[in-house]
């Protein structure tokens, strides 16, 4: 069984920061791919960006330059440095991995995390 917990939303006033983190806990062999998505109300899951463990980032057009992914490999870690936050940027944020789980047989499965609130108002 594999789990991932996210921590880290809220509220806060346009212009402002977050870091959301997420870890991932189980019977892990390995995690490849970790990122983030989310999703507005009315609108459908988006990727925001997305880590590989060698390394290999993705952004969306709309966060390049104001958000960072990053990700602690030892730890199955991985956080999203949220700066100048917008109102467009308040959303559902949820924490996605790849990973391939403990024993046989030797595959990888999808999960995610509960999804955190991320609010931008003033």
């Known amino acids: 069984q594999v789990q991932l917990v996210e921590f880290g939303g809220g509220l806060v006033q346009p212009g402002g920061s977050l870091r959301l983190s997420c870890a991932a806990s189980?019977?892990?062999?390995?995690?490849?791919?970790m990122a983030w998505y989310r999703q507005a109300p009315g609108k459908g899951r988006e990727l925001v960006a997305s880590?590989?463990?060698?390394?290999?980032?993705v952004y969306a057009d709309s966060v390049k330059g104001r958000f960072t992914i990053s990700r602690d490999n030892a730890k199955n870690t991985v956080h999203l440095q949220m700066n100048t936050l917008k109102p467009e940027d308040t959303a559902v944020y949820y924490c996605?991995?790849?990973?391939?789980?403990?024993?046989?047989?030797?595959?990888?499965?999808?999960?995610w995390g509960q999804g955190t609130q991320v609010t931008v108002s003033s």
């Open positions: 996605y991995a790849l990973v391939r789980p403990q024993g046989p047989p030797i595959n990888t499965n999808n999960y």
């Open positions: 189980g019977s892990i062999a390995s995690v490849r791919t």
């Open positions: 880590t590989t463990n060698g390394g290999g980032t």
